[in-house]
Protein backbone atom coordinates (compact mmCIF):
# COMPACT_ATOMS: atom_id res chain seq x y z
CA UNK A 1 0.00 0.00 0.00
CA UNK A 2 1.44 3.74 -1.22
CA UNK A 3 2.44 5.88 2.04
CA UNK A 4 0.11 9.28 2.15
CA UNK A 5 0.93 12.28 3.89
CA UNK A 6 -1.81 12.74 6.86
CA UNK A 7 -2.83 15.03 9.18
CA UNK A 8 -2.83 14.08 12.78
CA UNK A 9 -4.81 16.27 16.11
CA UNK A 10 -3.06 14.75 19.61
CA UNK A 11 -5.51 15.72 22.25
CA UNK A 12 -4.80 15.66 25.81
CA UNK A 13 -8.55 13.72 27.86
CA UNK A 14 -9.76 15.99 30.20
CA UNK A 15 -6.37 18.11 30.49
CA UNK A 16 -7.14 19.30 34.05
CA UNK A 17 -8.37 16.62 35.69
CA UNK A 18 -5.28 14.39 33.51
CA UNK A 19 -2.80 16.54 34.70
CA UNK A 20 -4.32 16.52 38.43
CA UNK A 21 -4.04 12.54 38.42
CA UNK A 22 -0.72 12.69 37.41
CA UNK A 23 0.38 13.49 40.74
CA UNK A 24 -2.69 12.22 42.70
CA UNK A 25 -3.80 8.67 41.98
CA UNK A 26 -5.76 8.31 44.12
CA UNK A 27 -8.01 10.56 41.88
CA UNK A 28 -8.32 7.69 39.04
CA UNK A 29 -11.16 6.54 38.44
CA UNK A 30 -13.43 9.06 40.73
CA UNK A 31 -15.35 12.06 40.07
CA UNK A 32 -13.22 14.81 39.83
CA UNK A 33 -13.90 18.44 38.87
CA UNK A 34 -11.68 21.46 38.23
CA UNK A 35 -12.85 25.02 39.70
CA UNK A 36 -12.29 28.33 38.04
CA UNK A 37 -11.04 31.66 39.31
CA UNK A 38 -11.49 32.05 42.99
CA UNK A 39 -13.31 28.42 42.63
CA UNK A 40 -16.36 29.75 40.93
CA UNK A 41 -17.68 26.98 38.49
CA UNK A 42 -16.87 23.96 37.08
CA UNK A 43 -14.61 25.05 34.11
CA UNK A 44 -12.92 20.94 33.59
CA UNK A 45 -14.37 17.21 34.50
CA UNK A 46 -13.52 13.43 34.05
CA UNK A 47 -15.16 11.08 32.56
CA UNK A 48 -17.13 9.98 36.07
CA UNK A 49 -18.03 13.79 36.83
CA UNK A 50 -19.41 14.05 33.43
CA UNK A 51 -21.73 10.76 34.12
CA UNK A 52 -23.32 12.52 37.27
CA UNK A 53 -24.56 15.01 34.84
CA UNK A 54 -22.39 17.92 36.03
CA UNK A 55 -22.13 20.26 33.12
CA UNK A 56 -19.02 23.28 32.79
CA UNK A 57 -20.26 26.07 34.10
CA UNK A 58 -22.24 24.99 37.44
CA UNK A 59 -21.63 26.90 40.31
CA UNK A 60 -19.27 25.25 42.76
CA UNK A 61 -21.75 26.32 45.33
CA UNK A 62 -24.27 24.36 44.30
CA UNK A 63 -22.51 21.43 43.76
CA UNK A 64 -20.31 21.45 47.55
CA UNK A 65 -23.32 20.34 49.45
CA UNK A 66 -23.75 17.04 47.95
CA UNK A 67 -19.94 16.57 46.74
CA UNK A 68 -18.98 14.22 49.80
CA UNK A 69 -22.24 11.82 49.24
CA UNK A 70 -21.51 11.91 45.38
CA UNK A 71 -17.52 11.25 46.01
CA UNK A 72 -17.10 14.00 44.03
CA UNK A 73 -13.32 15.56 44.47
CA UNK A 74 -12.70 19.11 43.13
CA UNK A 75 -9.53 21.11 42.67
CA UNK A 76 -8.46 24.72 41.94
CA UNK A 77 -7.18 26.13 38.88
CA UNK A 78 -3.44 24.90 38.81
CA UNK A 79 -2.03 26.83 35.97
CA UNK A 80 1.75 26.83 36.78
CA UNK A 81 1.03 23.10 36.27
CA UNK A 82 -0.94 22.33 33.57
CA UNK A 83 1.17 24.86 31.95
CA UNK A 84 4.19 23.16 32.44
CA UNK A 85 2.55 19.75 31.67
CA UNK A 86 1.59 21.53 28.17
CA UNK A 87 5.13 22.11 27.30
CA UNK A 88 6.41 18.72 28.24
CA UNK A 89 3.97 17.25 26.29
CA UNK A 90 4.79 19.58 23.30
CA UNK A 91 8.25 19.01 23.47
CA UNK A 92 7.35 15.12 23.18
CA UNK A 93 5.09 15.13 20.16
CA UNK A 94 7.45 17.60 18.34
CA UNK A 95 9.52 14.33 17.83
CA UNK A 96 7.30 12.32 15.68
CA UNK A 97 7.10 15.32 13.15
CA UNK A 98 8.79 17.97 11.50
CA UNK A 99 5.38 19.90 11.13
CA UNK A 100 3.76 20.50 14.46
CA UNK A 101 1.02 23.20 15.19
CA UNK A 102 -0.06 23.51 18.53
CA UNK A 103 -3.32 24.61 18.59
CA UNK A 104 -4.08 24.83 22.42
CA UNK A 105 -2.86 23.97 25.81
CA UNK A 106 -3.60 20.36 25.15
CA UNK A 107 -3.95 19.64 21.57
CA UNK A 108 -1.68 19.81 18.39
CA UNK A 109 -1.37 19.07 14.94
CA UNK A 110 0.78 17.07 13.62
CA UNK A 111 2.01 16.51 9.46
CA UNK A 112 2.40 11.96 9.82
CA UNK A 113 3.86 9.93 6.66
CA UNK A 114 3.21 6.44 5.82
CA UNK A 115 0.72 3.76 5.08
CA UNK A 116 -2.64 3.36 6.91
CA UNK A 117 -0.88 0.40 8.78
CA UNK A 118 2.12 2.57 10.08
CA UNK A 119 -0.14 5.74 11.02
CA UNK A 120 -2.30 3.47 12.66
CA UNK A 121 0.58 2.28 14.29
CA UNK A 122 2.25 5.77 14.58
CA UNK A 123 -0.82 6.65 16.94
CA UNK A 124 -0.52 4.09 19.25
CA UNK A 125 3.49 5.08 19.90
CA UNK A 126 2.49 8.73 20.32
CA UNK A 127 -0.20 7.24 22.94
CA UNK A 128 2.20 5.35 24.72
CA UNK A 129 5.07 7.87 24.59
CA UNK A 130 2.49 10.43 26.36
CA UNK A 131 1.42 8.10 29.22
CA UNK A 132 5.20 7.25 29.54
CA UNK A 133 6.80 9.69 29.86
CA UNK A 134 4.30 12.72 30.97
CA UNK A 135 1.87 10.29 32.70
CA UNK A 136 -0.88 12.15 30.40
CA UNK A 137 -3.55 10.01 28.17
CA UNK A 138 -4.38 11.56 25.22
CA UNK A 139 -6.22 10.43 21.89
CA UNK A 140 -4.84 10.60 18.14
CA UNK A 141 -7.22 11.51 15.23
CA UNK A 142 -6.06 10.82 11.70
CA UNK A 143 -7.71 12.05 8.40
CA UNK A 144 -6.84 13.60 5.25
CA UNK A 145 -7.41 17.12 6.43
CA UNK A 146 -7.52 19.29 9.42
CA UNK A 147 -11.04 18.96 9.97
CA UNK A 148 -11.09 15.33 9.30
CA UNK A 149 -8.38 14.70 12.06
CA UNK A 150 -10.39 16.50 14.63
CA UNK A 151 -13.56 14.58 14.00
CA UNK A 152 -11.44 11.15 13.52
CA UNK A 153 -10.12 12.07 17.45
CA UNK A 154 -13.59 13.07 18.05
CA UNK A 155 -14.32 8.61 17.41
CA UNK A 156 -11.24 7.76 19.23
CA UNK A 157 -12.41 9.28 22.44
CA UNK A 158 -15.75 7.90 22.07
CA UNK A 159 -15.09 4.82 20.95
CA UNK A 160 -12.66 2.82 23.92
CA UNK A 161 -12.19 0.23 21.30
CA UNK A 162 -10.78 1.93 19.35
CA UNK A 163 -8.10 2.41 21.68
CA UNK A 164 -7.69 5.88 21.46
CA UNK A 165 -6.25 5.99 17.80
CA UNK A 166 -8.48 6.68 15.10
CA UNK A 167 -7.34 6.34 11.07
CA UNK A 168 -10.49 7.27 9.17
CA UNK A 169 -8.85 5.89 6.30
CA UNK A 170 -9.33 2.43 8.00
CA UNK A 171 -12.58 2.48 8.83
CA UNK A 172 -14.29 2.61 5.29
CA UNK A 173 -16.59 4.59 3.85
CA UNK A 174 -19.72 3.46 4.55
CA UNK A 175 -18.64 3.58 8.50
CA UNK A 176 -17.46 7.05 7.85
CA UNK A 177 -20.72 8.15 6.26
CA UNK A 178 -22.39 6.01 9.01
CA UNK A 179 -21.07 8.10 11.82
CA UNK A 180 -21.09 11.31 10.03
CA UNK A 181 -24.88 10.92 9.47
CA UNK A 182 -25.33 10.07 13.90
CA UNK A 183 -23.69 13.39 14.70
CA UNK A 184 -25.25 16.65 14.72
CA UNK A 185 -23.38 19.59 12.58
CA UNK A 186 -22.58 21.44 15.94
CA UNK A 187 -20.30 19.23 16.89
CA UNK A 188 -18.28 19.54 14.05
CA UNK A 189 -14.87 21.75 14.59
CA UNK A 190 -15.68 25.07 13.69
CA UNK A 191 -19.32 25.18 13.75
CA UNK A 192 -20.76 27.22 16.25
CA UNK A 193 -24.44 27.20 18.03
CA UNK A 194 -25.37 30.09 15.34
CA UNK A 195 -24.14 28.55 12.43
CA UNK A 196 -25.97 25.68 13.70
CA UNK A 197 -29.29 27.35 13.59
CA UNK A 198 -28.78 28.49 10.37
CA UNK A 199 -27.63 25.36 8.79
CA UNK A 200 -30.62 23.49 10.44
CA UNK A 201 -32.74 25.79 8.71
CA UNK A 202 -31.64 24.88 5.41
CA UNK A 203 -32.21 21.27 6.06
CA UNK A 204 -28.85 20.70 7.38
CA UNK A 205 -28.62 18.87 10.46
CA UNK A 206 -25.72 16.56 10.60
CA UNK A 207 -22.14 16.36 9.59
CA UNK A 208 -23.05 14.13 6.73
CA UNK A 209 -25.65 16.65 5.73
CA UNK A 210 -22.71 19.71 5.48
CA UNK A 211 -20.56 17.47 3.65
CA UNK A 212 -22.82 16.57 1.07
CA UNK A 213 -23.99 20.44 0.73
CA UNK A 214 -23.00 22.74 -2.05
CA UNK A 215 -19.89 24.60 -1.36
CA UNK A 216 -20.90 27.19 -3.76
CA UNK A 217 -23.88 27.80 -1.72
CA UNK A 218 -22.61 27.42 1.42
CA UNK A 219 -19.78 30.47 0.70
CA UNK A 220 -23.11 32.56 -0.83
CA UNK A 221 -25.31 32.44 2.26
CA UNK A 222 -22.33 31.92 5.05
CA UNK A 223 -18.77 32.64 4.76
CA UNK A 224 -15.75 31.15 2.92
CA UNK A 225 -14.40 29.85 5.98
CA UNK A 226 -17.61 27.42 6.47
CA UNK A 227 -16.87 26.51 2.68
CA UNK A 228 -13.32 25.40 3.52
CA UNK A 229 -14.85 22.92 5.70
CA UNK A 230 -17.21 21.38 3.63
CA UNK A 231 -14.49 20.97 1.12
CA UNK A 232 -12.30 19.44 3.96
CA UNK A 233 -15.08 17.13 5.16
CA UNK A 234 -14.82 15.80 1.56
CA UNK A 235 -11.02 15.46 1.62
CA UNK A 236 -9.83 19.12 0.19
CA UNK A 237 -7.13 20.07 2.28
CA UNK A 238 -7.71 23.65 2.53
CA UNK A 239 -6.47 24.85 5.91
CA UNK A 240 -2.65 24.59 5.99
CA UNK A 241 -0.61 23.52 8.60
CA UNK A 242 0.49 27.08 11.34
CA UNK A 243 3.86 25.98 12.28
CA UNK A 244 4.70 29.74 13.47
CA UNK A 245 2.53 31.48 16.01
CA UNK A 246 1.07 34.53 14.34
CA UNK A 247 2.67 37.60 15.73
CA UNK A 248 0.99 38.46 19.06
CA UNK A 249 -0.56 42.00 19.51
CA UNK A 250 -1.44 42.35 23.49
CA UNK A 251 -0.12 40.69 26.65
CA UNK A 252 -2.35 40.87 28.92
CA UNK A 253 -2.60 40.15 32.59
CA UNK A 254 -6.13 40.35 34.28
CA UNK A 255 -7.62 38.41 37.46
CA UNK A 256 -10.37 38.71 39.53
CA UNK A 257 -9.85 39.47 43.53
CA UNK A 258 -10.98 37.28 46.01
CA UNK A 259 -11.73 39.66 48.15
CA UNK A 260 -12.93 43.77 47.17
CA UNK A 261 -10.04 45.68 47.00
CA UNK A 262 -11.48 49.17 48.22
CA UNK A 263 -8.31 51.43 48.64
CA UNK A 264 -6.26 53.25 46.55
CA UNK A 265 -3.26 51.70 48.45
CA UNK A 266 -3.99 48.70 47.92
CA UNK A 267 -5.25 49.09 43.90
CA UNK A 268 -1.16 50.54 43.83
CA UNK A 269 -0.26 47.54 45.08
CA UNK A 270 -2.22 45.34 42.46
CA UNK A 271 -0.86 47.42 39.44
CA UNK A 272 2.68 47.13 40.40
CA UNK A 273 2.14 43.32 40.94
CA UNK A 274 0.39 42.65 37.47
CA UNK A 275 3.01 45.43 36.02
CA UNK A 276 5.74 43.17 37.03
CA UNK A 277 3.95 39.60 35.20
CA UNK A 278 2.94 41.50 32.18
CA UNK A 279 6.80 42.57 32.03
CA UNK A 280 7.61 39.37 33.00
CA UNK A 281 5.87 38.01 29.74
CA UNK A 282 7.08 40.47 27.34
CA UNK A 283 11.25 39.36 28.44
CA UNK A 284 10.20 35.66 27.63
CA UNK A 285 8.69 36.61 24.55
CA UNK A 286 11.26 38.70 23.36
CA UNK A 287 8.95 41.41 23.24
CA UNK A 288 8.62 45.71 24.01
CA UNK A 289 5.42 47.55 24.19
CA UNK A 290 4.59 51.10 23.44
CA UNK A 291 1.14 51.76 25.00
CA UNK A 292 -0.35 50.44 28.57
CA UNK A 293 -3.74 50.39 29.14
CA UNK A 294 -4.85 49.77 32.77
CA UNK A 295 -8.85 49.00 33.87
CA UNK A 296 -10.65 47.98 36.98
CA UNK A 297 -13.82 47.13 37.70
CA UNK A 298 -16.70 46.88 40.27
CA UNK A 299 -18.94 43.58 39.91
CA UNK A 300 -21.02 44.25 36.91
CA UNK A 301 -23.95 43.29 40.79
CA UNK A 302 -23.12 46.17 42.43
CA UNK A 303 -24.92 48.76 41.58
CA UNK A 304 -25.10 51.27 44.51
CA UNK A 305 -20.88 52.07 43.97
CA UNK A 306 -19.77 51.14 40.73
CA UNK A 307 -17.00 52.22 39.16
CA UNK A 308 -14.82 50.77 35.89
CA UNK A 309 -11.58 53.25 35.39
CA UNK A 310 -10.06 52.59 31.97
CA UNK A 311 -7.03 54.30 30.94
CA UNK A 312 -4.47 54.36 28.08
CA UNK A 313 -1.09 55.96 27.67
CA UNK A 314 1.09 55.99 25.44
CA UNK A 315 5.14 55.12 26.74
CA UNK A 316 8.19 57.02 25.97
CA UNK A 317 9.81 54.67 24.65
CA UNK A 318 9.48 51.02 23.58
CA UNK A 319 9.89 49.05 26.95
CA UNK A 320 10.00 45.92 28.73
CA UNK A 321 11.31 47.41 32.01
CA UNK A 322 9.73 46.43 35.02
CA UNK A 323 10.31 49.68 36.68
CA UNK A 324 8.87 51.69 33.77
CA UNK A 325 6.14 50.13 33.49
CA UNK A 326 5.17 49.60 37.14
CA UNK A 327 5.97 53.66 37.62
CA UNK A 328 3.58 53.74 34.54
CA UNK A 329 0.20 51.72 35.43
CA UNK A 330 0.75 53.14 39.25
CA UNK A 331 0.31 56.94 37.63
CA UNK A 332 -1.95 56.04 35.25
CA UNK A 333 -4.82 54.09 37.67
CA UNK A 334 -4.36 56.64 40.52
CA UNK A 335 -6.35 58.95 40.34
CA UNK A 336 -9.07 57.16 38.60
CA UNK A 337 -9.35 54.99 41.84
CA UNK A 338 -12.65 55.97 44.18
CA UNK A 339 -11.56 55.15 47.41
CA UNK A 340 -14.00 52.96 49.04
CA UNK A 341 -15.76 51.33 45.71
CA UNK A 342 -15.33 47.25 45.73
CA UNK A 343 -13.16 46.73 42.68
CA UNK A 344 -13.61 43.01 41.92
CA UNK A 345 -10.94 42.73 39.36
CA UNK A 346 -8.54 44.40 37.32
CA UNK A 347 -6.28 44.72 35.02
CA UNK A 348 -2.83 45.47 32.84
CA UNK A 349 -2.94 45.06 28.83
CA UNK A 350 0.05 46.20 26.80
CA UNK A 351 0.02 46.92 23.04
CA UNK A 352 2.18 48.36 20.22
CA UNK A 353 4.24 45.09 20.30
CA UNK A 354 7.73 45.51 18.69
CA UNK A 355 10.72 42.44 18.92
CA UNK A 356 12.99 43.05 21.45
CA UNK A 357 16.48 44.12 20.22
CA UNK A 358 15.60 46.07 17.10
CA UNK A 359 17.80 49.34 16.11
CA UNK A 360 16.53 51.76 19.32
CA UNK A 361 15.86 55.34 18.23
CA UNK A 362 18.18 57.61 19.62
CA UNK A 363 15.23 60.19 21.81
CA UNK A 364 16.96 63.46 23.22
CA UNK A 365 13.75 63.96 25.61
CA UNK A 366 13.44 60.25 26.77
CA UNK A 367 13.79 60.25 30.41
CA UNK A 368 16.04 58.21 32.72
CA UNK A 369 17.65 55.04 31.48
CA UNK A 370 16.67 52.26 30.31
CA UNK A 371 16.85 48.56 32.23
CA UNK A 372 16.70 45.97 29.65
CA UNK A 373 18.21 43.44 32.18
CA UNK A 374 15.67 43.55 35.23
CA UNK A 375 12.81 41.58 32.92
CA UNK A 376 14.56 38.78 32.07
CA UNK A 377 16.00 38.42 35.35
CA UNK A 378 12.91 38.56 36.85
CA UNK A 379 11.46 35.68 34.59
CA UNK A 380 14.92 33.95 34.73
CA UNK A 381 14.43 33.77 39.00
CA UNK A 382 10.72 33.10 38.90
CA UNK A 383 11.00 30.05 36.29
CA UNK A 384 13.59 28.74 38.62
CA UNK A 385 12.49 29.80 41.85
CA UNK A 386 8.54 30.00 41.43
CA UNK A 387 6.21 33.19 40.73
CA UNK A 388 6.26 34.65 44.12
CA UNK A 389 9.87 34.08 44.97
CA UNK A 390 10.91 37.53 43.44
CA UNK A 391 9.30 41.16 43.19
CA UNK A 392 9.91 44.70 43.07
CA UNK A 393 8.17 46.41 46.48
CA UNK A 394 5.72 44.41 47.70
CA UNK A 395 4.62 42.90 44.46
CA UNK A 396 5.46 38.80 44.12
CA UNK A 397 6.98 38.47 47.74
CA UNK A 398 5.09 35.42 49.45
CA UNK A 399 5.55 36.57 53.28
CA UNK A 400 3.62 39.75 51.92
CA UNK A 401 0.87 37.74 49.92
CA UNK A 402 -1.96 40.31 50.09
CA UNK A 403 -5.85 38.83 50.56
CA UNK A 404 -7.14 40.20 47.50
CA UNK A 405 -5.18 37.77 45.42
CA UNK A 406 -7.09 34.89 43.71
CA UNK A 407 -8.40 32.17 45.74
CA UNK A 408 -7.37 28.77 45.21
CA UNK A 409 -8.55 27.01 48.17
CA UNK A 410 -8.35 23.38 46.87
CA UNK A 411 -5.12 23.77 45.07
CA UNK A 412 -2.72 20.76 44.67
CA UNK A 413 0.80 21.63 45.05
CA UNK A 414 2.93 23.12 42.27
CA UNK A 415 4.79 19.80 41.65
CA UNK A 416 7.02 20.99 38.35
CA UNK A 417 7.32 24.59 38.94
CA UNK A 418 8.10 25.06 42.78
CA UNK A 419 10.99 23.72 44.94
CA UNK A 420 8.89 24.18 47.53
CA UNK A 421 6.10 21.55 46.52
CA UNK A 422 8.43 18.77 45.59
CA UNK A 423 6.83 15.75 47.14
CA UNK A 424 8.69 14.28 49.79
CA UNK A 425 9.89 10.44 49.49
CA UNK A 426 11.46 9.05 52.75
CA UNK A 427 13.78 5.38 52.27
CA UNK A 428 13.15 3.83 55.19
Known amino acids: MAEQQRFALVDVNSFYVSCERVFDPK????????????????????DEAKALGIKTGDPWFKLAESAPKLGLVQRSSNYELYGDLSSRVMQLLARFSSEQEIYSIDE??????GTDEQLRSRGADIRAAAARNIGLPVCVGIGATKTLAKFANRIAKQN???????????????????????????????VGSRNGARLNALGIHTVADLRDADPAVIRAK????????????????????????????????????????????????????????AAIRLAK?????????????????????????????????????????????????????VEGAPYAKAGIMLTGLSPAGAEPVFDLFAAGP???????????????????????????????????????????????????????????
Open 222 to 277: FSVVLQRTVLELNGTACIPMETESADKQQVLFSRSFATPVTTRESMRQVMSLYAQK
Open 108 to 113: CFLHLH
Open 27 to 46: LAGIPVVVLSNNDGCVVARS
Open 285 to 337: EGQLATVMTVFAATSRFNTTAASAPSVTVRLERPTADPLVLTRAAITAMDSHV
Open 370 to 428: EQPDIGPLLAQVADKYGAASIGLGLAGLASAKPDWTMARKFASPRFTTEWSDLPVVKAV
Open 160 to 190: PHLGGVCNLDTLGPSVVDTIMSRVPVTGLWG
